[in-house]
């Protein structure tokens, strides 16, 4: 199993946190994660699958997914249930309530930790009756770099 140097430091950190956590890093665990963390965008179990596949003949939809289910379990990473992706945690080191702003155009995913939403979306839940054991909040929209590229191609008429 190759993994390139840029993430393997965080690959060993991340190991430590989920040991932490009471969960045991696998070798396809392992290279799911470092999949995730070189491509920095989102991705599906099967373009998961296609990646790991040249380096592990072993690995199937099945089992990517179950590596996936892990990974979210252990606050690794996240399910994006807008694009039906995954993408790694951008602050792993503890447990949060995320937003997502998911740009239609690029696919861009950018993970936000507003403390106020998180409190919003609690406070809403217990006015309605509800307990939340999902707090995760996408929204989906046009990034800025799409917009300007949007704009700077439609001429003036
Ligand atoms: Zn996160
Ligand atoms: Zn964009």
Do not use: W
């Amino acid at each position: 199993m190759t993994i390139t140097p840029d993430n393997a430091g965080t690959l060993d950190e991340l190991e430590v946190i989920c040991r932490q956590r009471g969960g045991r890093m696998t070798r396809q665990r392992r290279a799911v994660l470092g999949k995730l963390l070189q491509t920095k965008r989102p991705l599906s179990a099967y373009e998961l699958r296609d990646m790991l596949q040249p380096e592990d003949a072993s690995v199937t939809p099945a089992s990517v997914y179950r590596c996936l289910d892990f990974l979210v379990e252990h606050g690794l990473v996240h399910r994006l249930e807008t694009t039906r992706s995954f993408i790694a945690c951008d602050h792993p080191d503890h447990p949060h309530a995320v937003q997502f702003l998911i740009c239609r155009q690029c696919g861009t995913v950018v993970e936000a930790e507003d403390k106020r939403i998180a409190a919003a979306a609690e406070r809403l839940g217990h006015r309605l009756g509800f307990a939340l054991d999902q707090r995760t909040v996408e929204l989906t929209g046009i990034c800025a770099t799409c917009k300007t590229e949007d704009t700077a191609a439609t001429p003036c008429v």
